[in-house]
T-cell receptor, first 110, second 115 residues
Framework: QKEVEQDPGPLSVPEGAIVSLNCTYSNSAFQYFMWYRQYSRKGPELLMYTYSSGNKEDGRFTAQVDKSSKYISLFIRDSQPSDSATYLCAPYSSASKIIFGSGTRLSIRP | SAVISQKPSRDICQRGTSLTIQCQVDSQVTMMFWYRQQPGQSLTLIATANQGSEATYESGFVIDKFPISRPNLTFSTLTVSNMSPEDSSIYLC????????????FGSGTRLTVV
């Protein structure tokens, strides 16, 4: 079993839709949970990070962590064409290296 | 968060040659990380570069193929040696965040094509 599993997509939704991106992980020691956004031909940029379980909101983005089920989600409200990118989940602990999911390619149709 | 300058941004190289990628950070950092991202794939850690000691390589990566230098706390280089078409990838350097910002920051990457 991979340490981090992420649906590769591609996922295509109309502009304005709510997008849900998800990952599962197997290492219960993970404490920090990050989401990266990567535009084509660019390096990944940190979008959000959370520590332990719970929700964190930043504008149109909400990151959710459920450590009991080892499930992490990123929700995008009122999606825009500029949100079209690959999204990578990346959990880690202070004792481990960061592990990246395979990435979900998202396309927002105008 | 740190700002990372990476160069070259892209290159096309002949097989059998070597390419050195440079990574400059605008603040002092203990560890710098080098990643490879093959087409359509996620990021794979190549090695961790510590200042003043040899780099630590991940399984499947060796120093002879990917020598790394770390002369000071703001700079590192990764060399891709004796290149083959299978080395065509994006190579990225990264640093870990601070005590108040745990996220990793990435350079914009070097897109390498080996012909």
């Amino acid at each position: 079993q991979k340490e981090v599993e992420q649906d590769p997509g591609p996922l295509s939704v109309p502009e304005g839709a709510i997008v849900s991106l998800n990952c599962t992980y197997s290492n219960s020691a993970f404490q920090y949970f990050m989401w990266y956004r990567q535009y084509s031909r660019k390096g990944p940029e940190l979008l959000m990070y959370t520590y332990s379980s719970g929700n964190k909101e930043d504008g149109r983005f909400t990151a959710q962590v459920d450590k009991s089920s080892k499930y992490i989600s990123l929700f995008i409200r009122d999606s825009q064409p500029s949100d079209s990118a690959t999204y990578l989940c990346a959990p880690y602990s202070s004792a481990s290296k960061i592990i990246f999911g395979s990435g979900t390619r998202l396309s927002i149709r105008p | 968060s740190a700002v990372i300058s990476q160069k070259p941004s892209r290159d096309i190289c002949q097989r059998g040659t070597s390419l050195t990628i440079q990574c400059q950070v605008d603040s002092q950092v203990t560890m710098m990380f080098w990643y490879r991202q093959q087409p359509g794939q996620s990021l794979t850690l190549i090695a961790t570069a510590n200042q003043g000691s040899e780099a630590t390589y991940e399984s499947g990566f060796v120093i002879d193929k990917f020598p790394i230098s770390r002369p000071n706390l703001t700079f590192s280089t990764l060399t891709v040696s004796n290149m083959s078409p299978e080395d065509s990838s994006i190579y990225l350097c990264s640093v870990r965040g601070t005590a108040t910002n745990y996220g990793y920051t990435f350079g914009s990457g070097t897109r390498l094509t080996v012909v």
